[in-house]
């Protein structure tokens, strides 16, 4: 579990991490295959590598040889909700909250579950419980509840309110950044965003987030110089280096989109999903055999994540716009279909994230926004 845990942040140490602890938890099952928790590491190890079918196995595992192990039924409700099973999620974490009332995430969680299925009211009771566990903890998430609600003044104004406290956690002042950013207070964000940058100068995830604030105000370069910091920090994190090609695709520097694209391309698992999507983009297959491979992709190799729309519309809809075959990147009916893949992206999405930011700006590009 150890393993998987570290595995599990990717910002900081190699996915690597995660073949180890699925190594030492089967060895773990050769030794007592009865073991509840083995099954539980097992489960956070594949749920990490993104292969939700087998890590929620290893959990209902888990569950069967111990109904009390509690991180086995929160992590079940924690994929149940990233897989947009929101019904499903909140049955999960109601088990979880029988063994142990006391963990606050528990209510975040199904809170948040209420907010997607757009239950406010019962969002709300669940935000307010989690409040009374942990003070302090509820403005933060009542902003997801106003903006969803469409009370946009309240929940900037909230926003602005917790963004003030000089004891703000990195990650709580960087997405508070981001999500104003979304709403148009790009000054707000820079300055939240460089905030998050000293106290942990070591997080790649906030570069990526300052640069989409850049992206937007036409500073391209400067984006771009983040990029390339944030990707000597993290070589591993994927997703980071084809977002920093599109980048450098989009300022026509195509030799060093290309160079990165491919060494990211080296770094990728041969059963990911965006194998046909990166060889799409380099221009080295053609419409039909893109469509062909991630049908092949979907059904074979990933089926065990039910992937959000939003995720396959981004990654879609940038590298119909930035495939590296010249002639295609002139092509106008590629021009169209990335535009119809960003705004289904951006129709999907939250309004935070650095990718939203870029996609804005590319929409913007095409005449779309």
Same mark, same amino acid.
């Given at each position: 579990?150890?393993?998987? %845990? ?19 938890? @089967? ?31 290893? #959990? ?27 019904? &499903? ?29 757009? +239950? ?20 933060? @998430? ?109 300022? +026509? ?33 053609? &419409? ?8 092949? !992709? ?5 089926? &065990? ?9 981004? #990654?879609?809809?940038?590298? #119909? ?21 960003? %705004?289904?992206?951006?129709?999907? !999405?939250?309004?935070?994230?650095? &990718? ?14």
């Amino acid at each position: 579990y150890a393993y998987a %845990q570290r595995g599990a942040k990717v910002r900081y140490f190699p996915t690597a991490w995660l073949d180890s602890a699925i190594t030492v938890s @089967q060895k773990a099952l050769t030794i007592d295959p009865n073991t509840s928790d083995a099954y539980k590491a097992m489960g956070r190890a594949c749920g990490r590598k993104g292969w939700y079918e087998k890590a929620l196995a290893a #959990y209902s595992k888990a569950i069967e040889l111990d109904p009390s192990n509690l991180q086995a039924l929160l992590n079940t409700g924690y994929i149940k909700k990233s897989c947009e099973d929101y019904e &499903e999620a909140i049955e999960w974490l109601l088990k979880a909250i029988e063994v142990d009332p006391t963990v606050v995430a528990l209510y975040r969680l199904i809170g948040g579950s209420y907010l997607r299925l757009k +239950d406010y009211e019962k969002a709300g009771q669940w935000i307010t419980k989690a409040g009374e566990l942990a003070p302090g903890s509820v403005p933060y @998430q009542l902003t997801d509840l106003y903006l969803e609600q469409g009370r946009i003044k309240e929940g900037i104004t909230l926003l602005k309110k917790i963004m003030q406290s000089d004891t703000l956690h990195e990650w709580i002042q960087a997405d508070i950044a981001l999500r104003l950013q979304g709403y148009g207070k790009s000054d707000l964000a820079i300055t939240g965003l460089k905030r998050a940058i000293r106290i942990n100068p070591h997080n790649a995830w906030h570069y990526m987030g300052l640069a989409g604030v850049y992206v937007e105000q036409g500073r391209l370069n400067d984006a771009i110089a983040l990029y390339q910091k944030a990707d000597k920090l993290v070589p591993e994190f994927l997703r980071m280096s084809l977002s920093h090609s599109f980048l450098l695709s989009r300022a +026509d520097r195509v030799k060093a989109a290309r160079t990165v694209i491919e060494r990211f391309s080296s770094r990728l698992p041969k059963d990911h999903w965006l194998g046909p999507v990166v060889r799409f983009y380099l221009g080295k297959s053609t &419409e039909s055999e893109l469509n062909e491979a991630l049908k092949h !992709a979907f059904i074979h190799v990933k089926g &065990e994540r039910k992937l959000g729309k939003y995720e396959i519309s981004y #990654y879609l809809g940038m590298a #119909y716009l930035h495939n590296l075959n010249q002639d295609m990147k002139k092509s106008r009916a590629y021009s169209l279909k990335a535009k119809k893949y960003l %705004q289904d992206y951006l129709a999907l !999405a939250s309004k935070d994230g650095v &990718e939203n930011a870029v996609v804005r700006d590319e929409l913007r590009l095409l005449g779309s926004l």
